[in-house]
């Protein structure tokens, strides 16, 4: 026995709410783009800006501001300190101490940070996690990889697409994809998470998945135009996003459900991946009906204009 979450016959006219759509777009993107000229660009993690991360956890709950009064006479520079949660179910907090490069040059900084929490909370109430250093050429060399691999990705899935159908499908797929992108950097932007290198993976997992999705609904779209070649493109791209919806909602709808016990279960070290993912996967689903479908429409309605 099949699991039918739209009955067949189904027939929202989803073509009539695309000036909306393309509304809503724009505002999300926009909001993003604030956010980040308001935040002086995304908030780069170590693997990108370089210098030294270091995980500290406490037996209790000390303020930040204790920490930072008892780093302060170091001399590190411009230190930042991020409450990284609590640990597990023994009620220890855990704290992110990010130093500038310069910091991360000093040879024996770790050990004079360690020794000065010993010193005030106690030798027992302090452990050094773990401790993350990288250069600043590193750090460069790494975000010029990521951006490179994150576009290479999102081109060569539209130039699939374009080799699969045809033209305006490509673009309509591309277009897409950076859609989904843009929108997915602007919420970790305004939600203020940090872009290392396991959220360049999650940008890459969307493009995945957002064109997987879009090659379903790009494939029953030409199918339906060979077989229904006298109705137009508008009433042809309603039929199959309605006929493909069943399968989308459950797809996407099993994996945002792994995501969010990912999110709430997986610890704050994966917060920014799993966050990434589920923006992405949702707006991806979005895109394939309201960005990447009506480019195709918009291409048969410039091409009629033309005749």
Do not use: C
């Amino acid at each position: 026995m099949s699991i039918e979450l739209i009955k067949p016959g189904t027939k929202i006219d989803f073509v009539r709410y695309t000036v909306w759509a393309i509304a809503f777009s724009w505002a999300l993107i926009l909001i993003g783009v604030i956010s980040l000229v308001l935040h002086k660009g995304p908030n780069y993690g170590i693997d990108f800006s370089g210098g030294t991360m270091m995980q500290v956890r406490f037996s209790g709950k000390p303020a930040i501001g204790d920490i930072r009064a008892v780093l302060s006479p170091l001399g590190l520079g411009d230190v930042t300190i991020q409450d990284f949660g609590t640990h597990g179910s023994s009620g220890g907090e855990e704290f992110l101490v990010r130093l500038p490069v310069e910091a991360a040059e000093l040879a024996d900084v770790s050990k004079n940070i360690g020794a000065a929490l010993e010193e005030k909370f106690g030798k027992d109430a302090v452990e050094v996690v773990r401790i993350e250093t990288v250069g600043p050429r590193v750090g460069r060399e790494l975000r010029t990889r990521a951006i490179l691999a994150v576009a290479f990705a999102t081109l060569m899935m539209g130039a699939y697409i374009w080799f699969r159908f045809e033209l305006r499908f490509g673009i309509g797929a591309a277009v897409a994809l950076i859609h989904d992108v843009l929108i997915t950097i602007g919420a970790l932007s305004i939600f203020n998470y940090e872009f290392d290198l396991t959220v360049i993976a999650a940008l890459l997992t969307i493009v995945g998945f957002s064109v997987n999705d879009t090659v379903i609904v790009s494939d029953r779209i030409r199918e339906n135009m060979r077989k229904s070649r006298r109705d137009p493109l508008a009433k042809i791209i309603n039929n199959s996003i309605n006929e493909t919806l069943s399968r989308t909602i459950l797809t996407t709808g099993t994996a945002i459900l792994v995501i969010v016990a990912l999110f709430l279960l997986g610890g704050n070290v994966i917060h920014g991946f799993a966050f990434a993912l589920l923006v992405g996967f949702t707006i991806g689903t979005y895109s394939s009906i309201y960005v990447a479908s009506p480019i195709v429409l918009f291409f048969e309605r410039e091409k009629g204009r033309r005749r």
